[in-house]
C-alpha cells in the first residue's frame, strides 16, 4: 500500500488552500451536491467519514444529524485541525479523530463510510483492497456514501475532452503536491461491483462528470429475496 504519511504531508501543504481552490474551479456545486445528497440519509449509529478535508462532509453530517457517533479518519492532520476548528464543544463529543482509518476497523461496525474525493487518490489495486476492508467493517445494510469524479460514458458521463484533460492535470497536480500513488481514474464502477455492490442512490452532476452515490452490498438483496 501507498506512504500514507507522505501523502499525509503533501495535503497538509494544501490544506490552507483546499477549498479555495475547489471553489475558484467548482463554485458551489460539489459542496451543494455533498449537502443535499448527505441530507438524503437516514439516521443511523455510527459513521466513518475517510479523507474528509477541511471537514465540511462532516459539518452536513451532523447538521443532517445522520448519526449519533463518528470517525473521522483522515491523514493530514492540518485538514484535522482546520475540521476541528468548524465543530461545536457539543458535537466534538461524538466525534472519534485519527489519521489511519484501518485502526478502528474491528472495533465497531458502521452504518455509513464516507469517502469524499478520497479514492481517486489511489490505484486500482489499492482500491480493491480497501473496498475489502470496508465491507467487513459494514454493519447489516450498512453502505458506502461515495462523491468522486466520473469518466465513464457507461456511468453518465457525456463526454467533453476539455473535461478528461483537466483531470489528467489534476493527476499531474496532486501527484507533485502530496505524492499520491494514482495516476489515473480507476474505474469505480467496475471496483464497486466487483466487490459485490449495487448502486442504491446515485446523483449526477455536471453531465455526469461528478457523482454521489450510495452503495450497497449485493448480498443484502439475496439475504431479502
Ligand atoms: C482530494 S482530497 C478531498 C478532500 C475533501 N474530502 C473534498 O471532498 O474536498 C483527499 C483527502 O483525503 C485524505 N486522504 C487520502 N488518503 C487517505 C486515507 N487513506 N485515509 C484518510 N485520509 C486520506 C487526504 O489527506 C485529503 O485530505
Redesign the pocket.
Known amino acids: 500500500m501507498?506512504n500514507?504519511s507522505r501523502?499525509?504531508q503533501?495535503?497538509?501543504r494544501?490544506?490552507s488552500i483546499?477549498?479555495f481552490v475547489?471553489w475558484l474551479v467548482f463554485g458551489n456545486k460539489?459542496q451543494n451536491l455533498?449537502r443535499s445528497f448527505i441530507q438524503s440519509l437516514p439516521t443511523a449509529e455510527n459513521t466513518l467519514i475517510?479523507?474528509?478535508?477541511?471537514g465540511?462532509?462532516l459539518e452536513y453530517a451532523l447538521e443532517s444529524n445522520i448519526s449519533s457517533r463518528f470517525v473521522y479518519?483522515?491523514?493530514?492532520d492540518q485538514?484535522i485541525i482546520k475540521t476541528k476548528a468548524r465543530i461545536s464543544a457539543d458535537d466534538l463529543s461524538r466525534i472519534e479523530f485519527c489519521?489511519?482509518?484501518?485502526a478502528t476497523l474491528g472495533e465497531k461496525k458502521f452504518n455509513y463510510i464516507i469517502?469524499?474525493?478520497?479514492l481517486?487518490?489511489?490505484r486500482y489495486k489499492d482500491v480493491k483492497i480497501?473496498l475489502n476492508e470496508f465491507t467487513s467493517a459494514l454493519a447489516h445494510k450498512g453502505s458506502i456514501v461515495f462523491?468522486d469524479f466520473n469518466l465513464s460514458k457507461e456511468d453518465g458521463f457525456e463526454s467533453r475532452q476539455w473535461k478528461i484533460y483537466f483531470i489528467k492535470l489534476l493527476y499531474v497536480f496532486?501527484r507533485l503536491t502530496?505524492s499520491?500513488p494514482a495516476k489515473r481514474l480507476p474505474s469505480f464502477s467496475r471496483l464497486f461491483s466487483e466487490a459485490g455492490y449495487y448502486k442504491a442512490h446515485t446523483t449526477l452532476i455536471s453531465k455526469g462528470w461528478i457523482q454521489a452515490i450510495e452503495w450497497k452490498r449485493e448480498s443484502r438483496i439475496k439475504a431479502s429475496a
Not at 50 to 54: A, E, N, S, V
Request: proline content about 5%.
Open positions: 501507498p500514507d501523502i499525509g503533501g495535503f497538509n494544501l490544506s483546499y477549498d475547489v460539489i455533498k475517510i479523507g474528509g478535508g477541511t465540511e462532509i479518519a483522515e491523514l493530514s485538514m489519521n489511519d482509518y484501518r469517502v469524499p474525493f478520497v481517486d487518490c489511489y480497501m462523491f496532486f502530496t499520491i
